[in-house]
Structures are given as structure tokens and as C-alpha cells.
């Protein structure tokens, strides 16, 4: 396997708007993605395999005529994921190391248009 590489990758995103409703412009949003087969970017033994990652993440929003408000959650799961490598130091001493991800987190964001 090549080091930094994943052998499985999948990805999806869906979208949904209310359009004739009372609640017109409103919409929701989920999405996950799946990563199996994984290896760290250099390992000095042969394969560093790391786990396999699955994240969710979700949004609602509101569109309105010159505006669109949405608040995001990503890693809806809160679950710890990371990737990992190596670092060689100057006297040729491997050390691996893990770089996490952030865990459940949010955003809100506003939009206008002119």
C-alpha cells in the first residue's frame, strides 16, 4: 500500500428545501463520509495501517429572498479521528505522531445578497 493513501473512499451530501410550505426556504442538509484501508503518510517498517473513519455532519438553514442563514455541525458523532505520520528528527530517530481532528464542533453562517 502507498504510504498517505486510502484504499476505500466514499462520500455522500443531501439537501432538502421545503418550497410550498409555511415553512418555505427551509432546509436540511446531512452528510457523511467513509474512509477505509487507511496508511500513514511514511512509516520506517512497511505499512502503518490506521483505523478506518466514518463522519457524519448536518446542517439547517433558512433562504429567504436576499438572504440565507445556516447552522452547520460537523463530526455530528463526536467522534475522535485522526491521521498519523512520521517525523525523522536530526539524528535520524523516527517518531510517530497522530494529528486529531476537531471534535463536534459548529458554525453559524449569514449570507446577503445585493
Known amino acids: 500500500m502507498t504510504p498517505g493513501t486510502i484504499k476505500n473512499l466514499a ?4 439537501s432538502y428545501r421545503l418550497i ?4 418555505k426556504g427551509v432546509g436540511i442538509s446531512l452528510g457523511a463520509q467513509y474512509q477505509g484501508g487507511r496508511y500513514a503518510w ?16 448536518g446542517a439547517i438553514s433558512y433562504q429567504g429572498p436576499k438572504y440565507t442563514i ?14 498519523g505520520s512520521t517525523l525523522l ?19 453559524l453562517n449569514v449570507a446577503y445578497r445585493f
Do not use: H
Open 89 to 107: 528528527d536530526g539524528n535520524s530517530q523516527a517518531y510517530y505522531f497522530w494529528i486529531p481532528e476537531a471534535p463536534r464542533n459548529f458554525r
Open 70 to 83: 445556516s447552522f452547520n455541525v460537523n463530526n455530528l458523532l463526536d467522534k475522535y479521528l485522526y491521521s
Open 42 to 57: 511514511y512509516s520506517f517498517s512497511g505499512e502503518t495501517p490506521l483505523e478506518d473513519y466514518f463522519r457524519m455532519d
Open 11 to 14: 462520500n455522500a451530501w443531501l
Open 20 to 23: 410550498e410550505t409555511k415553512l
